[in-house]
């Protein structure tokens, strides 16, 4: 005889499911001994995505394992709810957030970085690099790709539910609180790396002439040895920073870390 449990998803996690089984209570049968983890994203609903299982009314971790005649209930992240001491479903989350964005979100990862976000990418990554290099550096896996996060190997990550980039940046805000902890201006835009102060003396050679002139502040980064200064352009760099903060970013989150 088949095991039988029934199933009720919430919020945006119904977008990862089949038509039918949307906005409604429905059965499902059961995989031999299979856990709830399984069971989830056999219906379609990546694991990253949810943050709260409720088997009859019990929080669960993703091991649990099904019976048959369950009710379960599946949440997904909660963005101005602290439901830390009821989830089971892992531990504490990433603060100080560490990302990597898979070959297709490059304007993403840009405007993260541009925020101060510690954010990988490169436009040739495989899925298969994507979910070694979050293993390994705990990072969260930013993509638009269901499949990429099913993989075992992601601890956590993001499924991007917009297409538009300011859409994926408001989404981002909102489910990891980035408005409190933007740093902007402090990373290089192009590798990552962390900038640093430098002389102006130090980087005039590689700076044009109308920029030497006018500029005092420059800023170079560590890894890729790229320069920056606070050009005219700064101003609406920082209208840029405090729209895709919601208007939530403090002074010092918009402006004083970097240029």
Request: net charge neutral; hydrophobic share 40%.
């Amino acid at each position: 005889m088949v095991a039988i449990a029934h199933f009720r998803f919430y919020a945006e996690l119904n977008q990862f499911l089949a038509p039918r089984h949307r906005q409604r209570s429905f059965s499902y049968a059961l995989s031999r001994d299979a856990t709830v983890k399984h069971t989830i994203e056999a219906l379609g609903a990546p694991h990253t995505e949810v943050e709260l299982i409720l088997v009859d009314g019990e929080s669960v971790d993703f091991s649990w394992r099904l019976q048959g005649g369950e009710r379960v209930s599946v949440y997904p992240h909660f963005s101005t709810l602290d439901i830390s001491a009821l989830t089971k479903v892992r531990g504490p989350s990433l603060r100080g957030e560490r990302f990597i964005a898979d070959a297709h979100l490059g304007q993403l990862a840009k405007n993260l970085r541009m925020l101060g976000f510690d954010v990988l990418y490169r436009n040739d990554y495989s899925d298969a690099e994507v979910a070694r290099i979050a293993a390994e550096d705990e990072r969260i896996v930013l993509t638009r790709d269901r499949d990429l996060l099913i993989r075992k190997e992601i601890v956590r990550g993001c499924y991007l539910h917009a297409v538009p980039c300011d859409e994926q940046i408001a989404e981002l805000v909102a489910r990891f609180d980035l408005s409190g902890s933007a740093r902007a201006f402090s990373r290089c835009l192009t590798c990552n790396g962390v900038l640093r102060v430098v002389e102006k003396s130090a980087v005039a050679h590689r700076v044009p002439t109308h920029s030497r002139r006018f500029y005092d502040r420059f800023f170079e980064c560590e890894v890729c040895a790229q320069v920056y200064w606070e050009g005219s352009h700064v101003a609406h760099m920082r209208e840029r920073v405090a729209q895709m903060l919601g208007g939530n970013g403090n002074r010092e989150s918009i402006g004083v870390h970097g240029l």
